[in-house]
């Protein structure tokens, strides 16, 4: 069954034997779809189990359906699903379970942000970055049909025991417990991952999960988390933060402090600038993640970042300086890395500089 992509169709009964009939003591997660538990097959397999809560069987079809497309879409950088369980019974009620690898390491979360003291080295966050980037690129030009994530953080990306990052819940943002539309009213994602021009006017694009890239990728070369609250009525965004800290050409300073094994200042410089970009909150100045591997695995330069608009929350003194300060709002870094140009025809970062 290991690397197979025949997809099991497991019975309630296998479920609850290797949960300890959902025991609490099995629960290895929890989100807006349901619990996430530890799980042990026949076979005596490590595995995890996603239930989703409030289902009826309306949509039983659909959701087998999508389940076989999600399977079939195979990458070193993405979670494996193994098989899933539709199931009614009179005291569980209408059940939905979809069965995934279990990573040896957790989630990225885990390791930023839980109880995991020792910090990841350089080495690792990088490996993880590309690993990250990779899985997204893939789901974004390789599978077939394209998929849009939608819900992009750090407990989303997955970590086996050689720290090979796994993109996890790809394809199931239209199983939340109202049920998802492409063009829903209602948002699929985590407050502080979710990209402006969605979250506020519904536009989903590739895009869109750039931007949630480049929030993680900050995560994880700062080690803070993606909101912050200063004080009782404030909260910074990570990205505002890390944008004013190139803005001011600190751009180390994004880099958490203490961190084994730390790269090179040009490298990691480099990443900073990516996540930075990818973050931006215009749509149209973020790469493609096909752009971001690109960059990350070869030499080639990271496009000029485009000013960014003044914030809907900004006060009067933000505003004053906006308007005040001068220049061409773009920014490079000390190396001098110049504007990228997309190969494919779409739009370059930095034309607005020529």
């Known amino acids: 069954m290991g690397a197979s992509t025949t997809l099991v169709r497991f019975s309630l009964e296998d479920i609850k034997e290797g949960t300890r009939n ?13 619990n996430v538990f530890k799980g042990i097959l026949g076979d005596g397999c ?3 189990i996603k239930r989703f809560k409030n289902c009826s069987a309306a949509g039983d079809e659909s959701f087998s ?3 076989e497309v999600i399977a079939s879409i195979r990458h070193v950088n993405l979670v494996a699903l193994r098989g899933y369980c539709i199931a009614t019974t009179p005291f569980e009620g209408h059940q939905r379970l979809i069965v995934c690898d279990l990573m040896e390491n957790g989630s990225l979360h885990d390791h930023l942000f839980g109880e995991v003291e020792r910090k990841l080295s350089w080495p690792i966050r990088q490996k993880i970055a590309l690993g990250t980037a990779r899985g997204l690129a893939y789901l974004h030009y390789g599978a077939q049909p394209a998929i849009i994530h939608r819900d992009i953080k750090a407990s989303n990306i997955l970590l086996d025991s050689k720290f090979e990052a ?4 790809f394809g199931l943002a239209k199983f939340q417990p109202e049920g998802m539309t492409h ?11 979710v990209a402006p021009e969605y979250a506020l006017y519904g536009q989903l694009t ?9 929030v993680v990728l900050l995560e994880l070369l700062s080690g803070k988390k993606a909101l912050n609250s200063t004080n009782e009525d404030e909260t910074s965004h990570i990205a505002d933060w890390a944008w004013s800290l190139v ?7 994004v880099i958490e402090g203490g961190m084994p094994e730390m790269g090179s200042k040009e490298v990691m410089e480099k990443y900073v ?7 931006h909150p215009q749509l149209y100045a973020r790469p493609t993640m096909d752009q971001v591997v690109k960059i990350l695995e070869t030499d080639s330069p990271v496009p000029s970042i485009p000013d960014r608009p003044i914030s809907i929350i900004a006060d009067m003194s933000d505003i004053e300086k906006s308007i005040s300060s001068s220049g061409s709002g773009f920014l490079s870094s000390s190396a001098g890395y110049q504007t990228f140009v997309s190969d494919g025809g779409l739009p370059s970062v930095g034309k607005a500089n020529e």
Do not use: P
């Not at 959902?22 to 349901?34: K, L, M, P, V």
């Not at 001011?248 to 300073?253: H, Q, V």
């Open 166 to 169: 796994k993109v996890a819940d």
């Open 273 to 279: 600038l990516i996540a930075v970009l990818c973050s």
């Open 46 to 48: 490590e595995v995890a």
């Open 22 to 34: 959902f025991s609490r003591e099995y629960i290895i997660g929890r989100g807006g779809y349901g």
């Open 247 to 253: 803005k001011n050409e600190r751009i180390m300073d």
């Open 206 to 214: 590739e895009r869109s999960d750039v931007y949630s890239f480049g």
């Open 65 to 67: 359906h999508e389940v």
């Open 183 to 193: 063009m829903s009213t209602r948002v699929a994602g985590t407050l502080g991952y």
